[in-house]
T-cell receptor, first 114, second 114 residues
Framework: NAGVTQTPKFRILKIGQSMTLQCAQD?????MYWYRQDPGMGLKLIYY???????DKGEVPNGYNVSRSTTEDFPLRLELAAPSQTSVYFC?????????????FGPGTRLTVT | KNQVEQSPQSLIILEGKNCTLQ??????????LRWYKQDTGRGPVSLTI?????NTKSNGRYTATLDADTKQSSLHITASQLSDSASYIC?????????????FGTGTQLKVEL
C-alpha cells in the first residue's frame, strides 16, 4: 500500500515551459486535492476533485489545469510556467465524505521556475 | 472569510521541555479541527482530529485541546525530543464548501535543541 505518490520530486522549468505533476493513490479515496506551499505560508488549495470525472477550482487555480479520468490519478498541468509558480506542490486524498475524515498527503514536488 | 491563525510563528526549546502551540479560527459552521506535523521536505501528517464535542485528545506526547465556544485550540507537547522539530499546522474543517472546506493555518515552526 503506497498511499499517495507524487512524481517528480524536483523539477526546474524555464519560463514559458509546460509540465505535468503526477499524483497517484491506491487507497480508493474519492476526494483528491492539489495544494501549493510557499515559504512561510499555509497550504493554498489549487484544485480538487470529488470523484472521477469531477474537478473544481480552489483558492489559487490560475495557471493550472487538472483532470481526473480515474479514481487513482489526479495530474496537475502547468501551462506557460511563470516564476510565481515556484513552490512546493502537495497532492492529498481524503478518506470519507462526511463526519471526521482523514487526509493523506504525498511527499511533495519542489518546482523552481527560472 | 474563514481564517486560521497560529502562534507563535516560531519557537525554540530545549530537549525535554514542554511547549504549547496556539490556534485561533473563525471558520463557521465548524466541523472539526486537525493538527498536522510537517517535517522538512515532507508532506503533513495528521496528529489529532477533534470534533465539536471533544475538548481534548492525545496522541502519545501530543495533547490537543479545543474550546469551540471561543474558537481556540492548543497543541501541548510533553518532554520534547529532537525529532519533534517540525512545522505544526492547525487545519479547520467547515461543514459547507463541499471538497473545499479545509482552511490551513501558516504553521508554528518548532525547533528542539540539545
Amino acid at each position: 500500500n503506497a498511499g499517495v505518490t507524487q512524481t517528480p520530486k524536483f523539477r526546474i522549468l524555464k519560463i514559458g515551459q509546460s509540465m505535468t505533476l503526477q499524483c497517484a493513490q491506491d487507497m480508493n479515496h474519492n476526494y483528491m486535492y492539489w495544494y501549493r506551499q510557499d515559504p512561510g505560508m499555509g497550504l493554498k488549495l489549487i484544485y480538487y476533485s470529488v470523484g472521477a470525472g469531477i474537478t473544481d477550482k480552489g483558492e489559487v487555480p490560475n495557471g493550472y489545469n487538472v483532470s481526473r479520468s480515474t479514481t487513482e490519478d489526479f495530474p496537475l498541468r502547468l501551462e506557460l510556467a511563470a516564476p510565481s509558480q515556484t513552490s512546493v506542490y502537495f497532492c492529498a486524498t481524503l478518506r470519507g465524505t462526511s463526519g471526521v475524515t482523514e487526509q493523506y498527503f504525498g511527499p511533495g514536488t519542489r518546482l523552481t521556475v527560472t | 472569510k474563514n481564517q486560521v491563525e497560529q502562534s507563535p510563528q516560531s519557537l525554540i526549546i530545549l530537549e525535554g521541555k514542554n511547549c504549547t502551540l496556539q490556534c485561533n479560527y473563525t471558520v463557521s459552521p465548524f466541523s472539526n479541527l486537525r493538527w498536522y506535523k510537517q517535517d522538512t521536505g515532507r508532506g503533513p501528517v495528521s496528529l489529532t482530529i477533534m470534533t465539536f464535542s471533544e475538548n481534548t485528545k492525545s496522541n502519545g506526547r501530543y495533547t490537543a485541546t479545543l474550546d469551540a465556544d471561543t474558537k481556540q485550540s492548543s497543541l501541548h507537547i510533553t518532554a520534547s525530543q529532537l525529532s519533534d522539530s517540525a512545522s505544526y499546522i492547525c487545519v479547520v474543517s467547515g461543514l459547507t464548501g463541499g471538497g473545499n472546506k479545509l482552511t490551513f493555518g501558516t504553521g508554528t515552526q518548532l525547533k528542539v535543541e540539545l
